[in-house]
């Protein structure tokens, strides 16, 4: 099935850098303030992230995870170091060609749901398309809808979905363009334990069944157990790697970090590095 959905104005989006890796970072940092008041949110990141796979960050509160995806994400700038969308460095891209890698090439999941209320359930998960002046790919929107529980909403408004409803909504927006990489930043920090399960199951199945890559941050070793591999950080620093994470071994990890001991590894644990 051909699930092209529109090929963008100017250059052809480069190729995945024939590694396997969707993201990396190298070195990368990002302080904020000046002097004695200087905080090193980033302190010299290193870390790969595969194509092809659901990949949780993990770490206390003010570790620098969300900074982290941010700057993977285009949504900030560094202070130093490189961060790679596929073949693209886009620490050294200007504002335009940002924004034009975001809305080709980079999908977004939020804890807030950001539907228009006054669209249907449809239109917003068609929203970016059109946006981009692009034709909606009919036959990627029904794989998307079957496989995120969708059918028989789409005429419906935001107001009239509930919690998880909505949340499947944007995910669908954000994968609707077939991006490279999906960043999902808490996004079960807004639903009940079942809705947010249910989300969580979605995006596994959006890796597994759509061949989709998603990035996403969070707190909550339960959700962090949905996803193929927890990359652990405290202090701004890489701390440690989960592969095939547990809820129990997701939260010795983060209670590791929180106790300032060594993080905690389990199955196939490798460091991250250059």
Partial sequence: MDTTVYVPAGDPAPAPDGSGRAVRARD?????????????????????????RFTAIMGPSGSGKS???????????ATGGQAFLGQTEITGLGDKALT???????????QQFNLLPMFTAEQNITLPVELAGGRVDQAWLATLVETLGLSGRLTHRPGELSGGQQQR???ARALIAQPEVVFADEPTG????????EVLSFLRRSVRELGRTIIMVTHDPSAAAYADRVVLIADGRIAGDISDPTPESAMAGLDALRTLEPAVTTGTSTRTGA
């Fill in 190 to 197: 807004n639903l009940d334990s079942r809705s947010g399960a």
């Fill in 67 to 77: 900074t982290l995806m941010h700057l993977l994400a285009g949504l900030d700038s």
């Fill in 169 to 171: 909504v944007a995910i």
């Fill in 100 to 110: 034009r890698l975001r809305r080709d090439r980079v999908g977004f999941v939020f």
């Fill in 28 to 52: 990368l940092t990002k302080t904020y303030g000046r002097g004695e008041a200087v905080v090193r949110a980033l302190d010299g990141v290193d870390v790969d992230f595969e194509q092809g």
